[in-house]
Each structure stands twice: as structure tokens, then as C-alpha cells.
């Protein structure tokens, strides 16, 4: 399989899971926000939740099929020493 269709469906199928899960982090936390001792913790994990979906969810793809992309046209095929 080509490495860019490899991680459009990738990115496909573990789309919902992901999501799924950094919205019950998210929505879990929301009780805490009204508590003033832990008000500090549950921001730092809704928005930890939410960067690091996105970052998962876009950043990682594209930075994975660029350092690939480089290497395949950077191979120096010395396979055979």
C-alpha cells in the first residue's frame, strides 16, 4: 500500500476512538473546573486533551509522511555490500 493511502486510512479508522476519548477527558473534567482546589488541574487536562488530540489527530500524519517522503528519496540503496 502507498504510504499516503496508508495514513489517510489510518487517520480513518482511528478517527472516532481518539475523538471519543478526548471528549470524556474533556467532558470529565468539566465537573472539576467548578471546584477551586482542582479548577487549575481539570483546565490543564481539558486543554492537554484537546492539544494533543489535534496534534495526534493532524500534526503527527503529515510530520510521518514528510520524514518518510524524505527518506524515500534520499535512499541510497546499499543494500547490496
Request: proline share 4%; no cysteine.
Amino acid at each position: 500500500m502507498a504510504l499516503d493511502e496508508a495514513i489517510i486510512e489510518a487517520g480513518a479508522v482511528r478517527f472516532r476512538p481518539m475523538l471519543l476519548t478526548g471528549a470524556a477527558v474533556v467532558v470529565g473534567s468539566f465537573v472539576i473546573v467548578f471546584d477551586p482546589i482542582f479548577q487549575g488541574l481539570a483546565l490543564a487536562m481539558m486543554f492537554g486533551e484537546i492539544a494533543s488530540t489535534t496534534l495526534s489527530r493532524v500534526t503527527i500524519p503529515i510530520l510521518y509522511y514528510l520524514v518518510q517522503n524524505w527518506k524515500e528519496r534520499h535512499h541510497t540503496g546499499d543494500a547490496t555490500s
